[in-house]
Protein backbone atom coordinates (compact mmCIF):
# COMPACT_ATOMS: atom_id res chain seq x y z
CA UNK A 1 0.00 0.00 0.00
CA UNK A 2 1.04 3.63 -0.68
CA UNK A 3 0.71 4.54 3.27
CA UNK A 4 2.29 3.29 6.42
CA UNK A 5 1.09 0.24 7.82
CA UNK A 6 0.62 -0.86 11.25
CA UNK A 7 -0.15 -4.25 12.55
CA UNK A 8 -2.59 -5.49 14.73
CA UNK A 9 -4.51 -2.35 14.86
CA UNK A 10 -5.94 -3.84 18.38
CA UNK A 11 -4.01 -5.50 20.69
CA UNK A 12 -5.39 -7.17 24.83
CA UNK A 13 -2.60 -8.74 26.37
CA UNK A 14 -2.32 -9.75 30.44
CA UNK A 15 0.01 -7.89 32.39
CA UNK A 16 3.49 -9.75 32.44
CA UNK A 17 3.22 -10.60 29.02
CA UNK A 18 5.30 -9.74 26.00
CA UNK A 19 4.11 -7.97 23.07
CA UNK A 20 5.30 -7.28 19.56
CA UNK A 21 4.05 -4.19 17.29
CA UNK A 22 4.91 -3.99 14.06
CA UNK A 23 5.39 -0.67 10.65
CA UNK A 24 5.84 -1.26 8.00
CA UNK A 25 7.14 2.44 6.14
CA UNK A 26 6.54 4.06 2.82
CA UNK A 27 8.73 2.12 0.15
CA UNK A 28 11.74 4.53 0.19
CA UNK A 29 11.41 5.99 3.51
CA UNK A 30 14.75 5.81 5.42
CA UNK A 31 13.70 7.46 8.56
CA UNK A 32 10.97 5.40 11.08
CA UNK A 33 9.94 7.23 14.38
CA UNK A 34 8.05 5.69 16.71
CA UNK A 35 5.56 7.57 19.19
CA UNK A 36 3.46 6.74 22.25
CA UNK A 37 -0.06 8.64 22.67
CA UNK A 38 -2.07 7.60 26.08
CA UNK A 39 -5.29 9.30 26.30
CA UNK A 40 -5.77 12.73 26.38
CA UNK A 41 -2.00 13.34 25.81
CA UNK A 42 -0.40 14.67 22.35
CA UNK A 43 2.21 11.86 20.51
CA UNK A 44 5.16 10.98 23.02
CA UNK A 45 8.74 10.52 21.15
CA UNK A 46 10.23 6.66 21.95
CA UNK A 47 12.91 6.22 19.20
CA UNK A 48 14.10 7.26 16.21
CA UNK A 49 15.24 4.86 12.84
CA UNK A 50 17.84 6.01 10.73
CA UNK A 51 17.83 3.52 8.09
CA UNK A 52 18.99 0.13 10.12
CA UNK A 53 20.58 1.82 13.16
CA UNK A 54 18.44 3.13 16.38
CA UNK A 55 19.72 7.16 16.25
CA UNK A 56 17.92 7.86 19.42
CA UNK A 57 16.34 6.12 21.48
CA UNK A 58 16.27 8.38 24.88
CA UNK A 59 12.25 7.96 24.48
CA UNK A 60 12.06 4.70 25.70
CA UNK A 61 10.84 4.60 28.95
CA UNK A 62 12.52 1.95 30.50
CA UNK A 63 14.77 -1.09 29.42
CA UNK A 64 11.59 -3.03 29.02
CA UNK A 65 11.19 -1.67 25.51
CA UNK A 66 13.29 -2.45 22.81
CA UNK A 67 12.65 -1.65 18.55
CA UNK A 68 14.56 -3.55 15.97
CA UNK A 69 14.25 -2.58 12.19
CA UNK A 70 16.87 -4.50 10.71
CA UNK A 71 17.05 -4.46 6.94
CA UNK A 72 16.13 -0.95 7.25
CA UNK A 73 12.58 -0.96 6.28
CA UNK A 74 10.05 -2.91 8.37
CA UNK A 75 10.51 -1.79 11.64
CA UNK A 76 9.34 -4.02 15.33
CA UNK A 77 8.64 -2.48 18.96
CA UNK A 78 9.04 -5.11 21.81
CA UNK A 79 7.42 -4.49 25.30
CA UNK A 80 8.32 -7.29 27.68
CA UNK A 81 6.27 -8.15 30.92
CA UNK A 82 3.73 -5.59 29.37
CA UNK A 83 2.54 -3.04 32.61
CA UNK A 84 -1.07 -1.47 32.62
CA UNK A 85 0.12 1.62 32.47
CA UNK A 86 1.69 0.53 28.79
CA UNK A 87 -1.90 0.68 27.82
CA UNK A 88 -2.10 3.73 24.99
CA UNK A 89 -1.52 3.86 20.78
CA UNK A 90 1.65 3.08 19.36
CA UNK A 91 2.26 5.15 16.24
CA UNK A 92 4.84 4.60 13.71
CA UNK A 93 6.02 7.32 11.25
CA UNK A 94 8.19 7.33 8.10
CA UNK A 95 9.82 10.39 6.48
CA UNK A 96 11.71 10.19 3.46
CA UNK A 97 14.88 11.44 4.77
CA UNK A 98 17.26 11.88 8.50
CA UNK A 99 15.68 15.27 8.21
CA UNK A 100 12.49 14.61 7.27
CA UNK A 101 13.50 16.13 3.86
CA UNK A 102 12.23 19.43 2.31
CA UNK A 103 8.64 18.56 3.02
CA UNK A 104 9.61 18.36 6.61
CA UNK A 105 6.44 16.08 7.09
CA UNK A 106 6.15 12.72 8.79
CA UNK A 107 3.50 10.10 7.41
CA UNK A 108 1.75 8.46 10.26
CA UNK A 109 0.06 5.03 10.33
CA UNK A 110 -3.13 4.50 11.74
CA UNK A 111 -1.56 3.03 15.03
CA UNK A 112 -1.28 -0.04 17.60
CA UNK A 113 -3.94 0.16 20.53
CA UNK A 114 -2.37 -1.89 23.19
CA UNK A 115 -4.36 -2.48 26.37
CA UNK A 116 -2.51 -4.52 29.17
CA UNK A 117 -5.08 -5.83 31.95
CA UNK B 1 13.30 21.23 28.27
CA UNK B 2 11.19 21.82 25.28
CA UNK B 3 7.32 21.90 25.23
CA UNK B 4 4.69 22.65 23.23
CA UNK B 5 1.15 24.03 24.73
CA UNK B 6 -2.12 24.00 23.70
CA UNK B 7 -4.39 25.77 25.45
CA UNK B 8 -7.95 24.75 23.78
CA UNK B 9 -8.44 20.92 24.94
CA UNK B 10 -12.14 20.67 23.60
CA UNK B 11 -13.89 23.11 21.55
CA UNK B 12 -17.56 23.00 20.39
CA UNK B 13 -18.65 25.35 17.63
CA UNK B 14 -21.58 25.24 15.07
CA UNK B 15 -20.84 25.40 11.27
CA UNK B 16 -20.13 28.17 9.60
CA UNK B 17 -18.62 29.62 13.33
CA UNK B 18 -14.98 31.15 12.79
CA UNK B 19 -12.38 28.94 14.85
CA UNK B 20 -8.88 29.90 16.27
CA UNK B 21 -6.77 27.28 18.23
CA UNK B 22 -3.91 28.15 20.26
CA UNK B 23 -0.36 27.21 20.27
CA UNK B 24 2.47 28.46 22.43
CA UNK B 25 6.16 26.71 21.98
CA UNK B 26 8.68 27.01 25.06
CA UNK B 27 11.75 27.56 22.61
CA UNK B 28 13.66 30.60 21.72
CA UNK B 29 15.49 29.70 18.63
CA UNK B 30 15.00 28.80 15.24
CA UNK B 31 11.81 26.72 14.61
CA UNK B 32 10.17 24.87 12.55
CA UNK B 33 6.02 24.36 13.02
CA UNK B 34 3.66 22.10 12.08
CA UNK B 35 -0.55 21.84 12.45
CA UNK B 36 -1.26 18.31 12.45
CA UNK B 37 -4.87 16.56 12.25
CA UNK B 38 -6.49 13.53 12.95
CA UNK B 39 -10.02 12.98 11.68
CA UNK B 40 -11.94 10.02 13.33
CA UNK B 41 -10.81 6.91 13.07
CA UNK B 42 -7.68 7.98 10.13
CA UNK B 43 -4.25 8.57 10.78
CA UNK B 44 -2.08 11.56 12.09
CA UNK B 45 -2.03 14.27 8.48
CA UNK B 46 0.01 16.98 8.09
CA UNK B 47 -2.54 20.33 7.92
CA UNK B 48 0.31 23.00 7.55
CA UNK B 49 3.71 23.85 8.24
CA UNK B 50 5.89 26.77 8.73
CA UNK B 51 9.83 27.04 7.92
CA UNK B 52 10.60 30.36 7.17
CA UNK B 53 9.56 33.79 5.20
CA UNK B 54 6.08 34.25 5.21
CA UNK B 55 4.55 33.83 8.73
CA UNK B 56 1.36 33.45 7.26
CA UNK B 57 1.38 29.93 6.12
CA UNK B 58 -1.63 28.51 4.12
CA UNK B 59 -3.01 25.02 4.90
CA UNK B 60 -5.97 22.59 3.19
CA UNK B 61 -9.16 22.70 3.33
CA UNK B 62 -8.54 26.39 4.21
CA UNK B 63 -6.67 26.76 7.15
CA UNK B 64 -3.94 29.02 7.90
CA UNK B 65 -1.66 29.66 10.84
CA UNK B 66 0.63 33.00 11.58
CA UNK B 67 4.11 32.44 13.57
CA UNK B 68 4.56 35.57 15.65
CA UNK B 69 7.98 35.19 16.85
CA UNK B 70 7.87 37.53 19.95
CA UNK B 71 4.55 35.54 21.25
CA UNK B 72 6.12 32.18 20.49
CA UNK B 73 2.94 31.10 18.88
CA UNK B 74 1.86 29.65 15.77
CA UNK B 75 -1.67 29.47 15.97
CA UNK B 76 -4.35 28.01 13.63
CA UNK B 77 -7.43 29.40 12.04
CA UNK B 78 -10.41 28.98 9.79
CA UNK B 79 -13.02 31.45 8.71
CA UNK B 80 -15.97 29.46 8.67
CA UNK B 81 -15.70 25.85 9.94
CA UNK B 82 -17.47 22.59 8.41
CA UNK B 83 -19.11 19.67 10.19
CA UNK B 84 -16.21 17.48 8.45
CA UNK B 85 -13.79 19.91 10.31
CA UNK B 86 -14.66 18.14 13.24
CA UNK B 87 -10.80 16.01 14.75
CA UNK B 88 -8.29 16.28 17.07
CA UNK B 89 -5.71 19.21 16.07
CA UNK B 90 -2.15 19.21 17.16
CA UNK B 91 0.51 21.42 17.21
CA UNK B 92 4.40 20.20 16.63
CA UNK B 93 7.72 21.81 16.53
CA UNK B 94 11.06 20.82 15.49
CA UNK B 95 14.09 22.43 15.29
CA UNK B 96 15.68 22.88 11.67
CA UNK B 97 18.58 20.41 11.69
CA UNK B 98 17.04 17.80 13.81
CA UNK B 99 14.53 15.00 13.57
CA UNK B 100 13.02 14.88 16.81
CA UNK B 101 9.43 16.55 16.83
CA UNK B 102 7.57 18.14 20.24
CA UNK B 103 3.80 17.47 19.98
CA UNK B 104 1.06 19.26 21.69
CA UNK B 105 -1.56 18.01 23.85
CA UNK B 106 -4.16 18.46 21.09
CA UNK B 107 -7.28 20.13 20.64
CA UNK B 108 -10.79 18.06 19.84
CA UNK B 109 -12.98 19.97 17.95
CA UNK B 110 -16.28 19.44 16.98
CA UNK B 111 -18.41 20.99 15.19
CA UNK B 112 -22.38 20.99 14.83
CA UNK B 113 -24.40 20.68 12.23
Known amino acids: GAGVSQTPSNKVTEKGKYVELRCDPI?????LYWYRQSLGQGPEFLIY????????DSGLPNDRFFAVRPEGSVSTLKIQRTERGDSAVYLC???????????????FGEGSRLTVL | AQSVSQHNHHVILSEAASLELGCNYS??????LFWYVQYPGQHLQLLLK??????LVKGIKGFEAEFIKSKFSFNLRKPSVQWSDTAEYFC???????????FGTGTRLKVLA
Open chain 1, 93 to 107: ASSLSRLAGDTGELF
Open chain 1, 27 to 31: SGHTA
Open chain 1, 49 to 56: FQGTGAAD
Open chain 2, 27 to 32: YGGTVN
Open chain 2, 50 to 55: YFSGDP
Open chain 2, 92 to 102: AVKHPGTYKYI
